[in-house]
């Protein structure tokens, strides 16, 4: 059995990450020592770098909480139920990646409009421009000021 410092060490994270983790519910020690220290097993240190993993491909907690529920119960589940939450993922990554490229269209349309200049912002036209939109309205991917069309 491993103290969390020893988990920790080993899956090359914060004991703090370790108790982060286990208070939103994806770790649980395994058992705890006669002197109240947390102890993890192996199979531990295998859910923490599931957890990492999970979490460096975009996963929040609570969808690695959803792929925990089916690696614990993977010979209830299909691939189809996994692959749907990766699918899901994806689809929100997707929607995700076009709507920061609309954002970086209409940012880029606000800095060339821009002369850039030592004069005041007096007539500023990223200012005028974020001033004078519609109420309520978006400047991304909307019919808005001219600059940001």
Known sequence: MLKIGELAN???VSQDTLRFYEKHGLMRPSARSEAGYRLYSAQDLQRIRFILSAKEV???LKEIEELLALEVTRDEKSC??????VDEK?????QRI???QRIKKSLQSLSDACCGGDEPATHCTI???LSD???G????GGKHHDLIK
């Open 133 to 135: 939109h519609d109420a």
């Open 58 to 60: 975009g996963f929040t």
């Open 90 to 94: 994806l689809a929100t990554v997707t």
């Open 98 to 100: 076009h709507d920061l």
């Open 10 to 12: 080993l899956a090359n």
């Open 127 to 129: 200012l005028e421009a």
């Open 80 to 85: 189809q139920d996994v692959k749907s939450l």
């Open 137 to 140: 309205s978006s400047l991304v």
